[in-house]
């Protein structure tokens, strides 16, 4: 089969229009090929030619950098018909065509690969080009730019050897700016630099070059168009063009095409200018024309900045490109109502003549995004839902956290993960006690550590950041402080922490960091840097709350398709009250562990290590009387909303002490004389509960079996807060939750026991209490028996974290730090299955929710796990599981809003 591989754009000679592509062949034609051929499509002002397409690249570079069959013949009939379309050919003595020749992949990769202008001149059209502008300067000067590029773009001549002969023309000449050159001068260096250019040439690599026995400068323009496509080509495998590609996870195999365009000239004079556009502000998303110009200038002047640019507003007002101004500004309305978004541009004006050299749908901050969306909708150029679809979720972090100052100049000190998004700056402090204290004198804290764990919990409150030398990005201290919207960077390996003598040593570097010091760090990208960089704050602006008021609209529509919900994972009030101004509906996950830390974990460590069953029976009575006070006011404050409430969770000797500090501690006091018998059985309680894998070990509903009180006491203090507040008036709706479950037996004993508390409870206060129970699903075995479980459960919410780690067999802490990213580098996984949810894992939570709705049609179906609040994730529950609902943290409940109406509409 015969494919396309050259495809026209521009006019004929008759200036009627005959291009071939448009703007949806960007995976053909590259980016700025396909919107070089829809300008010219829409009748805007392009210089014609040609795009010869990605896959010719992809078969090129796939050869061993062999042109396949027959494209040589395509191309240089393209170059026919481009001569023909124009009048004029390449190389003419008297009226010389001259040509750009650019790169352009599928994906934008600003300055990553390589561009030759003026290309077509050699000796004798030189001499054509002053023949048809009377303007020698300007000629041999884009001779000798035109050599400049195409040797180091095509063959790697050292640039600086062109720039050194400049430097000593100018000298010799007596001049210092190279607009003072002469057309004399100029000529000079031609002939200087076609010399050097045969100098550094090697001839056994490039025998097309060589001529009587010696490398020389091509002449012939069809030999020079075929070396630069080539090189165009050869640029898309470049090193920085793959580093690129890698960092911004664009494939390799897409190949560039490469665009074959007749020169236009920005720097023939006063009349003439070259600059780059947008049709509105990208930093604040101003309806404004923004952007620069430069007069009598070539194109790459004005990003070089050798110059000083002029803002676009001024060039209506420059003399003679008042018309050209003019031109620009209806383009500017022209590209923006057919793209519907905006555009971001260059132009040249060639002697008051305004060419359109490339064009795109603009980068933006997210401020700007918003503001556009928003200000296109009540334009009429969009729709409200394809404003919601417009915004990245994954934006919207930017706006809900501190960032460093974008105007800030600073060093960085050292990198991490970037765990928590956010920036912070404070004092380096290194114990969760010193955090508390030295915040209760009223210093900002950032909280540095090897690692955290449960205990942390006060310091990590009380800290503005949170820094970790060890952990990824699902450690411990990676998703508290993301739960509690703290800034964080995990994993800084440099950081070589020693606690006890409060200060921290950065590998490869000089400098120590001592308590007191002040550090800033930038959870967003993982930066850390010395000293205080100066931060802005961002809040929940008018912009934000009229798209998340839209994207509302359309996810809890049900007119098309089941409501898409978004709760949230919230242990304490203020997290809850937070969450509810995000806009979350309700609680989905209510985590009940955090409850027994702090000044309570010595009443858990009775209970637990306790033989004397009334000390133990004090325990879970004090107990009980806490968490009673805890649950009143979390449901008062979710009062008329459901609020899911986990039952304990995690391996009980989470909430014991260490024994090896215990064991320093006796060592301590036997050598003092002290007795330690007591101590000794202590550490003997602890030894029995030690687990070899505590993760697999007695955790969640197992606890419930084990040890009946626990549960016993944490469901009376749910159903008592419930009564209590019944009778005052308010509407608490608590949902009990039974964590781990893998057996249907364990939801069966449970359940009975949670529904005799229950009834119980409401019987002593007098009031109907209707408790929903359900259970956390989040063990592959649960899933496949969901049908079984689903009669004994009024709900199920995934734990896709520990349903990752089982489907996977995968321990999340060590996977994410020791080889995950060797996993992710090989390409055994394409993404951190933690991040964003994998597809096996996906299809187990769809085969119990399909099993669970088939036996038990009211239920309902959540998601909890760390990917609740994952953008991608987030389509996947709704669209392919249909789940009810996503809970996530505080902070993601704005973006799981936007989520979650993207959802919607992509299932449309
Ligand atoms: P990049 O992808 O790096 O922006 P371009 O292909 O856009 O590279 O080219 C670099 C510069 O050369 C741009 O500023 C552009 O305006 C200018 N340029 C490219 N083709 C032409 C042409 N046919 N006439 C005039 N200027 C051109
Ligand atoms: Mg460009
Ligand atoms: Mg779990």
């Keep these: 089969m015969n494919v396309q591989r050259v495809y026209r754009f521009g006019t004929d000679e008759h200036g009627a229009d005959v291009t071939e592509g448009s703007s949806s062949m960007n995976y053909i034609l590259g980016g700025k090929g396909a919107n ?81 202008l003026n290309l077509g001149l050699n000796d004798e059209s030189v001499q054509g080009l002053i023949a048809q502008t009377g303007n020698d300067r300007f000629a041999w000067d884009s001779y000798r730019r035109f050599i400049q590029m195409f040797s180091d773009v095509v063959l790697g001549v050292d640039a600086d050897l062109f720039e050194n002969a400049i430097a000593s023309k100018k000298v010799v000449a007596g001049v210092r700016s190279d607009s003072d050159l002469t057309a004399a001068d100029l000529r000079e260096l031609v002939e200087e630099f076609k010399g050097i250019f045969a100098d550094s040439v090697d001839a056994e690599a490039h025998p097309e070059l060589v001529v009587d026995g010696a490398v020389r400068f091509p002449s012939d323009p069809s030999l020079q168009l075929r070396l630069a496509i080539q090189a165009v080509f050869g640029s898309w495998m470049n090193e920085r063009a793959c580093l690129y590609r890698k960092q911004n996870g664009i494939p390799d195999d897409l190949g560039t095409a490469v665009n074959v365009q007749v020169m236009v000239f920005g720097n023939k004079g006063d009349t003439s200018a070259t600059g780059v556009a947008f049709t509105r502000n990208p930093a604040d998303g101003t309806h404004e024309f923004y952007g620069d110009f430069l007069v009598n200038a070539q194109g790459e002047d004005v990003v070089a900045g050798i110059r000083n640019t002029e803002p676009i507003a001024d060039l209506k007002t420059k003399p003679g490109l008042e018309e050209a101004g003019a031109s620009l500004e209806r383009v500017f309305g022209v590209l923006e109502s057919h793209y519907r978004d905006m555009c971001d541009i260059e132009f040249t004006i060639e002697q008051g003549r305004l060419w359109m ?136 390996e440099s950081f070589r922490i020693d606690a006890a003598a409060k200060e921290v040593r950065i590998e490869g570097s000089d400098v120590v960091l001592h308590e007191g010091d002040v550090i800033s760090i930038d959870g967003a990208t993982g930066i850390v840097v010395a000293g205080a960089v100066p931060l802005v704050t961002a809040e929940l602006t008018g912009a934000l709350e009229t798209i998340l008021s839209w994207a509302d609209e359309i996810r809890l529509d049900e007119s098309c398709g089941r409501a898409r919900h978004v709760r949230v994972n919230a242990d304490n009030p203020a997290d809850a009250e937070l969450a509810l101004e995000f806009g979350a509906e309700a609680i989905g996950l209510c985590r009940t562990e955090h409850m027994f830390l702090g000044e309570r974990k010595s009443i858990i460590q009775s209970f637990i290590l306790s033989d004397d069953v009334e000390e133990r029976e004090r325990a879970v009575q004090e107990l009980l009387r806490v968490q009673t006070e805890d649950f009143v006011e979390m449901q008062r404050t979710m009062s008329g909303r459901s609020m899911v409430i986990r039952l304990i969770d995690p391996p009980l000797h989470e909430f014991l002490d260490d024994p090896r500090e215990l064991e320093v501690e006796i060592a301590r006091r036997e050598a003092a004389g002290e007795d330690v018998s007591a101590l000794r059985a202590r550490l003997a309680r602890i030894d029995v509960m030690a687990e070899s894998n505590p993760m697999l070990g007695l955790r969640g509903v197992r606890l419930s079996i084990v040890f009946p009180e626990l549960p016993l006491m944490q469901v009376r203090a749910i159903a008592t807060a419930a009564a209590r507040l019944k009778l005052e008036g308010f509407d608490p709706r608590p949902e009990v939750m039974v964590p781990l479950v893998a057996i249907t037996a364990e939801c069966v004993q449970t359940r009975e026991v949670v529904e005799r508390v229950i009834a119980e409870v409401a019987a002593e206060h007098g009031v109907a209490l209707d408790i929903p129970v359900g259970t956390m699903v989040e063990l592959p075995r649960a899933c496949i028996v969901a049908d079984e479980i689903a009669r004994h459960a009024d709900f199920f919410c995934f734990g896709t974290n520990d349903l990752t780690q089982t489907a996977f067999g995968f321990s999340r802490d060590d996977a994410e730090s020791k080889f995950i990213p060797i996993y992710l580098h090989k390409k055994v996984l394409e993404a951190n299955p933690f991040e964003t949810i994998d597809d096996a894992v996906l299809e187990l939570v769809k085969m119990a929710v399909d099993k669970g709705r088939a036996e038990n049609p009211g239920m309902h179906f959540g998601v909890c796990g760390e990917h609740g609040g994952d953008p991608a994730s987030i389509v996947k529950f709704f669209n392919v599981a249909d789940v009810d609902y996503v809970s996530c943290s505080p902070y993601r409940v704005p ?3 936007l989520a979650a109406a993207q959802a919607k509409l992509a299932a449309k």
């Design 895 to 897: 973006v799981a809003r």
């Design 36 to 116: 070089l051929a829809e300008m010219a499509r829409i009748g805007l002002p392009v210089p014609p030619g040609f795009t010869i397409t990605c896959q010719t690249c992809v078969e090129y570079s796939g050869a061993g950098n062999v042109w396949p069959e027959g494209v040589l013949d395509e191309i240089a009939a393209a170059q026919a018909d481009l001569e023909r379309r124009m009048g004029k050919r390449l190389g003419d003595a008297d009226d010389p065509l001259l040509v750009s020749v650019r790169s352009g992949a599928p994906f934008s990769m600003p300055g990553m690969m390589d561009t030759v």
């Design 357 to 492: 050299l490339q064009t795109r749908v603009g980068k933006r901050t997210a401020t700007a995004a918003l503001k556009i969306a928003i200000d296109m909708e009540s334009e009429g150029l969009i729709s409200r839902e394809e404003a919601v679809r417009r915004i990245d979720p994954k934006q919207l972090d930017q706006l809900l956290h501190p960032q460093f100052d974008a105007s800030a100049e600073y060093d960085v000190l050292a990198r991490g993960l970037n765990a928590s998004p956010g920036a912070a700056v404070g004092e380096v402090v290194f114990s969760s006690d010193d955090a508390v204290a030295r915040s209760a004198e009223g210093h900002k804290v950032v909280l540095v550590r090897w690692e955290t764990n449960p205990d942390d919990l006060k310091g990590m409150v009380a800290a503005e950041g949170i820094l970790t030398s060890h952990g990824g990005k699902t450690s411990h201290a990676a998703v508290i402080a993301r739960g509690m919207g703290t800034p964080c960077v995990c994993g800084v």
